[in-house]
């Protein structure tokens, strides 16, 4: 089981901060990840449906779309930050 925490908007329109899943053997990266998640329901697929902007980190580390998930134990998924 991986553990995924949502964050910010993401959490809002997923309606829940966190969640643990079995992810399928063919969740090998990131941007596999993410796709699948938007197989789970409209409320996933609307989080997710801007895909390039969702920010990923595998065990509090920053991670792109193309790396893969390796053993990672929690997932964060979130929106840009913005600063000032």
Not at 3 to 23: D, P
Not at 49 to 60: G, K, M, P, S, T
Request: net charge negative.
């Amino acid at each position: 089981m991986t553990r995924l925490v949502y964050f910010a908007w993401v959490r809002e329109r997923i309606g829940k901060s966190e969640e643990e899943i079995a992810l399928p053997a063919s969740v090998l990266t990131v941007a596999d990840l993410l796709g699948h998640l938007k197989t789970l329901g409209e409320e996933y697929e609307t989080a997710l449906q801007y895909e390039n902007v969702i920010r990923v980190a595998l065990d509090q580390e920053h991670a792109e779309h193309d790396e893969p998930i390796g053993n990672a134990r929690e997932i964060g998924i979130f929106p840009p930050m913005t600063g000032g």
